[in-house]
């Protein structure tokens, strides 16, 4: 069995680690961490897991973590995640750090998060349909929620090198901004309401372009605006697509059904897809129309921020890191309606 540990487990990318590795026949939960909850049953906080789990909060300072854990889950905040990743490292123990610490150039990251990077190092960005080289490393830099709905729903035609200009409009529920309450939490501002943010300069643009600009240099034009809608979980996008030359459905569906070719996780529903269809599960679910009269392409992505936007996702690299089937306690559909 693999013994896993998450640091930041009181969380909400925390509980949905611990609802998927309880159902996980590979892995036993050594260690759950929360500073403010130490001492207290987890299912004092996540009560959905009641019945299913013995353990109780430890306080992350532990000096034998590394010894109890051959994985450790990183569910803390950026700028916190550096704090734990060179001690972890530092033995057999195997990192998947789900802030935002590693998944940019380190100068990159101290610009766009304004923090001062202590542990300058390489991860590989765990997105695994673009990067299956993380079943080769110990460490490994799981990518943010909007990044990972919007680059699966424009990496085909990226690849290709046939887009021109990339506008993604993505809608997310409230479960992104973490378990403190915002401003935008409150519930009278965000019922019936829909919230537009940081519309042109969020941080999360930057693992975008980092990501398709992996795929086609030449790409420049990539622009990006989140809005909060009232719903708890999932991402929807729409990314238009300006592309080099007219295409049509058949080029389009050829197009992504070859990239994705055998992607467990990748589906290509009839129809457009659905926040409900997703929820609680692993998949990305991806549709397409061309509009060839204006040199664009409509692409809609609908994931779950919390499974596939993150603990799905660190599920799916730590499978690999281990050799698993990457479908390993993440084969089962969302919770719909
Ligand atoms: N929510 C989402 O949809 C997604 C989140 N992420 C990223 O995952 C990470 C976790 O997010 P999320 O679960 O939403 O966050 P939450 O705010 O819900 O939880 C944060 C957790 O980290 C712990 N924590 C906070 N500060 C520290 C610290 N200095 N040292 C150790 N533990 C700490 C908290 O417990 P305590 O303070 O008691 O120790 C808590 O358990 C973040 O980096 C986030 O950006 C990535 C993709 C999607
Ligand atoms: C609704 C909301 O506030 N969402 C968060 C999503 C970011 C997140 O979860 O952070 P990482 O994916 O980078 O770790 C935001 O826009 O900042």
């Not at 809005?227 to 459905?249: C, M, N, Q, W």
Request: charged share 20%; aromatic share 8%; net charge negative.
């Amino acid at each position: 069995m693999i013994k896993a540990g998450i640091i930041g487990a009181s969380g909400y990318t925390g509980g949905e680690l611990l609802r998927l590795l309880i159902n996980h026949s590979n892995v036993k939960v050594e260690l759950a961490t929360s500073r403010s909850l130490a001492g207290k049953p987890v299912t004092s906080t996540h009560r959905h897991l009641e019945g299913f789990l013995n353990l109780k909060y430890e306080n992350p300072d532990s000096e034998d973590i590394r010894e109890r854990c051959d994985v450790v889950f990183l569910a803390v905040p950026h700028g916190t995640g550096m704090n734990y990743v060179p001690e972890l490292l530092d033995g057999n123990t195997k990192v998947v750090d789900l802030s935002a610490d590693y998944r940019l150039e380190t100068s990159e990251f101290e610009k766009i998060y304004g923090i001062k990077h202590s542990d300058p190092r390489n991860a590989v960005y765990g997105l695994v349909e673009l990067h299956p080289e993380v079943a080769e490393e110990n460490f490994v830099a799981n990518p943010g929620c909007f990044p990972t709905g919007a680059t699966l729903s424009a990496a085909p035609l990226a690849a290709a090198g046939l887009i021109d200009i990339a506008v993604f409009d993505s809608k997310t529920g409230i479960s992104g901004a973490g378990i403190s309450p915002t401003q935008n939490s409150h519930y009278p501002n965000l019922a019936e309401n829909i919230i537009p943010y940081k519309l042109t300069a969020h941080r999360h643009r930057a693992e975008i372009v980092q990501e398709l600009t992996g795929l086609d240099g030449k790409l420049r034009n990539i622009n990006f605006t989140p809005h909060v809608i009232p719903s708890i979980r999932g991402i929807f996008t729409t990314a238009h697509l300006f592309t080099k030359e007219p295409l049509s459905a058949d080029d389009l569906k050829t197009i992504y059904e070859e990239f994705y070719r055998d992607r467990p996780f990748i589906r290509f529903p009839s129809g457009v897809p659905s926040l409900t269809a997703v929820r609680g599960s692993n998949f990305c679910d991806i549709s397409f129309e061309a509009d060839k009269e204006n040199n664009r392409v409509v692409v809609l992505s609908a994931i779950d921020n919390l499974v596939k936007g993150a603990s799905g996702q660190a599920i799916q690299n730590m499978n690999l890191m281990f050799g698993l089937d990457e479908k390993s306690g993440l084969w089962l559909p969302a919770a719909a309606p």
